[in-house]
Each structure stands twice: as C-alpha cells, then as structure tokens.
C-alpha cells in the first residue's frame, strides 16, 4: 500500500489504511517501506557474540547486549537463539563455558524492549549430556508457568509466557545430514578451528566411530521427543532432514517443521506431511549452499519454503528476501513474508508477521532501493504512528 498510515497504541497496531489528507503523523517514513519486524527462528549469534574468539569467553548478558545490537541491525525484532544442549559442538569439539542453561537464563532476564530474546533448544540425538540438559530446562518450564494456559495459544493477546518451548534435534555426525561428505567437516575443522590436516581426518574419522556406539542412546532420545511433542509439551524441529525417510520418522515422532532440510526430495517429502519447512538466508543470498546441500533459492522456486532463517549471519534475512524480489522469484509481499508471518507461524506465534489490527507493533522501515537493504527497527514506546 502506498502513502499508507498505521497507527499504534499501548504496542499493538490500531489501524492500517491509506493516510487521511491533511493529516499529520508522528513519524513520516519519507518513501521508505514500512515491514513488520523480522521473525528469525534460528540464529546462533549468541553463542558468536559469547565466544568471538578461540579462548575468549564473555559474560552472558554482555553477548546478549551485543547480539541485540546486531538483529536490531538487520531489522529482526523476534529471534530465537540456537543454544545447543549438548557435550560437543556440531563438529564434535568441546563446547566449555558457559553452558547452553547459563545463556537461557540470560534470555530470559533480557530487558531488550526491541527484540523478544527465545530460546531455540537444539539437541544433539546421540548425546545423553545434552539430553540430561535439556529435561532439567524443559521441567523449569514448566515449573514456570500453567501448562494448559501455555499451551492455548489463540489470539494476538496471549500473554508473552504462553508459549511452548523449541527443540531442534539434530546429528551432525559426519556421513550424513550436513556432513554427508566427512570431507566438508575436515575443511570446517581446518578453517575454523585451526587444526592441522592430519588432525582433522583423525578426528573426523573418530568422531564417524562413535556413531554406532551412541545408537540407543539416539533412539531413546527421539522416543522421548516424539511423546513430549506429541503431549503438547514442545514444538519439534526435524533439523538437516536428508531424505523422504528422515522426513516419515520425523513426522511419525511429531515434528511440525524440517529445518534446513538438505535436499529437495525431503523438503517436498515434508510439505506432503504437512510440515513447514525453514531454509537458510545466507544460502539465498550467497547464491547456494556452504556445505553442497540444496539451494535455498531452489526451495522457495518449487513452492517448498515457508521460512527463511538466520542461522550464522541475522544481517542476511532482509537481503535474502530482496534478492528473491529481483531474481524474479517472488512478489515483495511474498518474500516479506518468508521473513515475517512465516517464520512466526514455525514457531506457533500468531501475534506477530504482518501489519494487521490487534498484532504486536513490531516495525521496521527500510529503504530497498539500496544495493543491500538497511532496515530500522521502530521503538512503539515512543512513536504512535507511522506513515509509509
């Protein structure tokens, strides 16, 4: 809509239509485009902005300070923080300090009033630590508030704890999902993790022999995700999904949405099951795939992609959904919503996404006429209307 008004009250929007002539506004937009916040379901910048450097470890609530910083950057006013409840990082090194249960808590004391700091749970299937972690988190939950009350999430105005935490589970052992080539993790230990080649084909190698002897532990994991997400007590991600049997068992243990799936054939294997399907951001606007797996961009053509995340770079969101616009791939209001109301709807927020009456005032201008996009997050504690 051009020379449109949206007027908010108390953080909620209170009317969304053409400006009346004559009339003023608190704000004028000169031009640029009015979006609703972004919803990012899955980006691991805390756990960057905690440890930027190998042997640096910063206090939580100063990382989260500085991640805050960062999405309301890229115009994210939702995120969810991929905090990984497991023993070892996703290419098998030790994870240190501080523990993903330190960083939850400092999500929840956040006093960030521009973007709603959640936590994505991410578990390693095949670790029993992690899956000791996640319990004790998942039982402070619910000791936290009303489970029925949780789990009643029906209009715009349900309170902020009424919601049901994410678990992601995942296995990055090498030969499958992400790291089906060992060789893509060795290059992963090489650059970013400094090790000599020799050493990373030998930790890649041990690493792949624990797989087997970690199965029970894997199925015993995935019986207890399926009946905790089937009882409504989580939302289940399916994350790396390789194949339309991954996607089957996934579906079969509850899972609602595949994240990043790796191929095309189990992206359309979920959106048969009815699952939503998350895709990366980086991998649209770097044109493919890091790791070799399908592209994004080749999602969102087939009609396959609900969502687009994060992951490792919250400034790529809103450049990812511009490229699609001038690819020609998709209309601006459908590639906004891969970044708005879709993700909000992986995540079974339905308060947020768009810019309609009664929805959370999440606001962000943005002039896209730029080579990349900046964006610009609206505090509605001070501004009362807004004019595109």
Known sequence: MDNARVVVREGRI???????????????AHGAHLLPGLVDVHTDILARETRPRPGVVLDPAFALMSAGGRLRAAGITTAFHGLAFQERSIVGTTIGSPAAAELS????????TQVDHQVLHRLDARCEYGRTLLATELAAFD??????TRRSITTPNDPPHARVPIVSHEDHTPGQGQFADPTTMQRWLITNEGMAEAAAVDHVDRWRCTRAERLAVRDRTLTWLGDLARTGHIRLFGHDLATPEDVAAAADRGCTVAEFPTTLDAARAARDRGMLVVAGAPNVVRGGSHTGNVSAAELVVAGVADSLASDYLPSSMLPAAVRLVRDGVLSLPHAVRLITSGPAACVGLNDRGVLTEGFRADLVLTDLSKTWPVAHVISTQSHTAARE
């Open 14 to 28: 209170a009317e969304v239509g053409p400006h009346p002539p004559g009339a003023g506004c608190t704000l004028d």
């Open 105 to 112: 808590d400092s999500l929840r004391h956040a006093d960030d």
């Open 143 to 148: 000791d936290s508030a009303d489970s029925e």
